[in-house]
């Protein structure tokens, strides 16, 4: 099994919330950690803008990164957000198996 660490920004406070709420509801995460109190520099639509910000850290299976970005996007409240997935290339096989058992239906 191949799993992914989904780097997300949104809007802090209730909206980072429900997205994380939502994920984890769905079963297209085990996990969502919520960085708060980020400052976002960036370049839109021809100018520099800075935005406060939270960090979703999501943890799924490569094999339900399709469905999560779609879902992901669909819920979020940016018109382009940022979804960026990195490989997990090692972790604690136990709590790679727990992300598995969250994604499963069953559960």
């Given at each position: 099994?191949?799993?992914c660490l989904v780097l997300?920004?949104?809007?802090?406070?209730?909206?980072?919330?429900?997205?994380?709420?939502?994920?984890?509801?769905?079963?297209?995460?085990?996990?969502?950690?919520?960085?708060?109190?980020?400052?976002?520099?960036?370049?839109?639509?021809?100018?520099?803008?800075?935005?406060r910000e939270a960090l979703?850290?999501?943890?799924?299976?490569?094999?339900?990164?399709?469905?999560?970005?779609?879902?992901?996007?669909?819920?979020?409240?940016?018109?382009?957000?940022?979804?960026?997935?990195?490989?997990?290339?090692?972790?604690?096989?136990?709590?790679?198996?727990?992300?598995?058992?969250?994604?499963?239906?069953?559960?």
């Amino acid at each position: 099994m191949e799993y992914c660490l989904v780097l997300c920004t949104c809007p802090e406070g209730e909206p980072a919330e429900s997205l994380a709420r939502f994920l984890v509801e769905e079963h297209l995460a085990a996990c969502v950690n919520i960085l708060p109190g980020l400052t976002s520099v960036y370049s839109w639509e021809g100018r520099i803008a800075s935005e406060r910000e939270a960090l979703l850290l999501i943890k799924t299976e490569a094999e339900a990164y399709s469905r999560l970005e779609l879902r992901l996007r669909d819920r979020h409240p940016y018109e382009l957000p940022e979804i960026i997935a990195v490989s997990i290339e090692r972790g604690l096989p136990d709590y790679l198996q727990w992300i598995s058992q969250c994604l499963s239906s069953d559960s």
